[in-house]
């Protein structure tokens, strides 16, 4: 699907109310399994997490609003993660760079 499609469903989506939304959702996974020509992109650990509990919600029949706003709750926890993530990645990157930087330079001494 081209980017402006993408937009255009988007745009579209915006004024509708949660329960629209949901509703959509579950035809888009319909025709998804119906008609897809190859697989949607593998979620990550959190996306799998949240949609898990996104779905026992709707399935103990939580009203729209409910889910929606514990939804908008796990996505900022989510985003916090995300960001201690990619800090410990960070961290670790130059920890790992300068462990070989030390290496280099103690094999040039001998």
Excluded: C, W
Aim: proline share 4%; glycine share 8%; no cysteine.
């Amino acid at each position: 699907m081209h980017d402006m499609m993408k937009e255009r469903i988007l745009r579209r989506l915006e004024p509708l109310s949660d329960e629209r939304a949901y509703q959509i959702l579950d035809y888009i996974e319909f025709l998804e399994s119906k008609y897809a020509e190859h697989r949607p992109a593998p979620p990550s650990v959190f996306q799998r997490f949240a949609e898990g509990v996104e779905d026992t919600m709707r399935a103990g029949k939580l009203s729209a609003s409910t889910v929606a706003e514990t939804m908008g709750l796990l996505n900022k926890a989510m985003g916090v993660l995300n960001g201690v993530a990619a800090a410990g990645k960070s961290v670790a990157g130059e920890v790992i760079g300068a462990a070989q930087d030390a290496t280099k330079a103690g094999t040039r001494k001998e």
